[in-house]
């Protein structure tokens, strides 16, 4: 019966423990989830700078409004000040990017005007509106956001733009849109990106808001709803045998469907299993992950499925050098008037794929700290410099586009997504040539037959595998619903409708 039922949760990120609590609250009695690390969140990190809060991982709730689970469960559990709560900031429509008070630094140390810079500005927003139709109108004109940027940017730009310096300051201001583009999407170029898919991300209403006593206070207030010590942590598991391939036993009863190996040697049995390993590791490991292994159509949508790096690098300052109003500070390189969206020579170039910096406020909690952004293969990169390395190059950056030499920020944290061994990246996106169907594909669980009288056996959640919010939150703890409910329907079978076709 579905109290007995052995279920196994693999990861304890938002997918999996938003999956234990559905299961536990219907009446599941043996659930436990297994996790590789020593704590629990997954990709919700929240780290200490000087000991103020910082999000190494997820940042905002994207679309804070009734429809968005993190954001009911956020404000019943009382985390959200009460400007992310109002009426009025629930029913902001700014469809994605919020309208920021934006500083623009350029590479010679100037300030640039934002009269100058907003028509590039409202160009770029219009572009990727455009690039979200083409999901309903199918009729996307090439395959990748990349090219469709790229050649729309310049055609209007040379169209409608005196060919002066403003232009070039505006198309090198694209290139900057471009790399900020990357780290939204977490992938290194825009041209992996499918245009014609684009637009079934699915943004909700509300002004994205964060939460004041950090993220992982979701998760504590999550977990401290199910039972103590159901997650069993430092377990990074090797492979998981289904249709009873490992079974010991040899009577038919008391056999188990699934048996779940750990890299130290141990081995756990259940009646069901749900996946909830990012995407980026199972690109790595999928051949030997399932034993039998996957099906091919869910492989190759695991290979073919786009997973990329967006990381952080926090900054600590005595005082601030931007104003006290700001809140994003862009960079612009003068010499990138030909929209790139990656450098040439990573060793020396790396720096260049920062797009900017996001101010924390307010300064009353977190002081003067930046947070800066960088995506793609040149993040993945900078993960692998010592700190103060890091430190050296962004502080030469600075003193550089601002004209300032002295200034020095005094501390730097930054996250490594890339390197972390159970994440391999930051999060998924619809990589070129791909569709809905690969998503489908991976979110099918196993086995494939589907017929009542065969029990389901693994079933797979997190943020990749949801349709219209993967690589988000809400999507995560979306999809962690989304298999506890096939479970528990799979238990009681709600009875087959009749509908009268009068
Ligand atoms: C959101 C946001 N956000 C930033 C960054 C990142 C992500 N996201 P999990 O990985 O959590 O759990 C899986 C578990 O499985 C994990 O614990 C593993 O250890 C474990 N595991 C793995 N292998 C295992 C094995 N073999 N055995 C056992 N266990 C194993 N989402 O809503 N708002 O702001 C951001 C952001 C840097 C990395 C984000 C955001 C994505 C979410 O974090 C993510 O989807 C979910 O947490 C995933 O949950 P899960 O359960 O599926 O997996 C200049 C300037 C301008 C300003 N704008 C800048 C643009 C930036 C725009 N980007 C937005 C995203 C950000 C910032």
């Known amino acids: 019966s579905s109290v007995d039922a052995r279920v196994l949760i693999i990861g304890c990120g938002i997918s999996g423990v938003g999956a234990a609590q559905k299961l536990i609250r219907q009446g599941f ?149 471009m790399k900020l583009e990357c780290g939204v999407n977490g992938t290194h170029t825009m041209d992996d990106v499918d245009l014609g898919t684009f637009g079934m991300y699915k943004s909700l209403p509300g002004l994205d808001c964060t939460f004041p006593g950090g993220y992982d206070g979701l998760i504590t207030h999550m977990m401290n709803e199910l039972p103590k010590d159901i997650v069993l942590f430092n377990k990074p598991v090797k492979c998981i045998h289904w249709n009873n391939i490992h079974s010991q036993s040899s009577s038919k009863e008391g056999t188990c469907p699934v048996t ?35 099906p091919q159509h869910k492989m190759h949508s695991i290979q073919r499925l786009g997973f990329g790096t967006n990381n952080k690098i926090f900054l600590e300052f005595e005082q601030p050098f931007w104003d006290e109003e700001c809140e994003v500070i862009f960079l612009v390189w003068e010499d990138e008037y030909d929209l790139q969206n990656h450098v040439s020579d990573m060793k020396t170039a790396w720096i260049r794929k920062m797009s900017g910096f996001t101010v924390l406020k307010p300064t009353e909690r977190y002081g003067h700290i930046l947070c800066g952004w960088i995506a793609g293969h040149e993040s993945e990169y900078m993960e692998t410099l010592p700190e103060e390395e890091v430190l050296h190059t962004v502080t030469r950056l600075l003193r550089r586009f601002t004209g300032n030499p002295t200034i020095a920020p005094k501390k730097l944290v930054r996250s490594q997504w890339f390197h972390d061994p159970y994440t391999c990246g930051s999060y998924s996106y619809v990589a070129k040539g791909c569709s809905g169907q690969d998503i489908d594909n991976l979110a099918e669980p196993l086995p494939l037959t589907g017929s009542e009288a065969e029990p389901l056996q693994v079933l797979f959640a997190g943020e990749a595998t949801h349709k219209s919010f993967f690589s988000t939150v809400h999507g995560a703890l979306l999809t962690g619903w989304r298999e506890a409910n096939r479970l528990i329907s799979h238990y009681n079978p709600s009875p087959r409708k009749v509908t009268a076709n009068l």
């Open 260 to 294: 779940v190996e750990c890299i130290n040697g141990e081995i756990f049995e259940a009646d069901h299993v749900i996946v909830t390993i990012p995407l980026g590791y199972m690109k790595k490991h999928h051949d030997t992950l399932l034993n039998p292994p996957l």
């Open 29 to 177: 009695r043996n659930v436990r989830i297994i996790e590789a690390t020593s704590r629990s969140g997954g990709r919700v990190k929240t780290g200490r700078l000087d000991g103020k809060i910082i999000e190494i991982g997820a940042n905002w709730i994207h679309g804070p409004s009734q429809e968005n689970p993190v954001f009911r469960l956020a404000s019943q559990y009382q985390l959200l000040d009460e400007e992310c709560m109002s009426e009025e900031n629930q029913s902001v429509d700014i469809g994605g990017l919020p309208p920021l008070l934006s500083t623009w630094l350029s590479s010679s140390g100037k300030k640039l005007e934002a009269e100058v810079m907003a028509p590039a500005v409202e160009v770029f927003l219009s572009l990727l509106k455009k690039c979200q139709e083409f999901y309903t109108s199918s009729d996307a004109p090439m395959s990748s956001m990349g090219e469709f940027l790229e050649r729309e940017a310049l055609r209007i730009s040379n169209e409608e733009w005196k060919e002066d310096e403003t232009r070039k300051l505006r198309q090198a201001l694209f290139s900057t849109l």
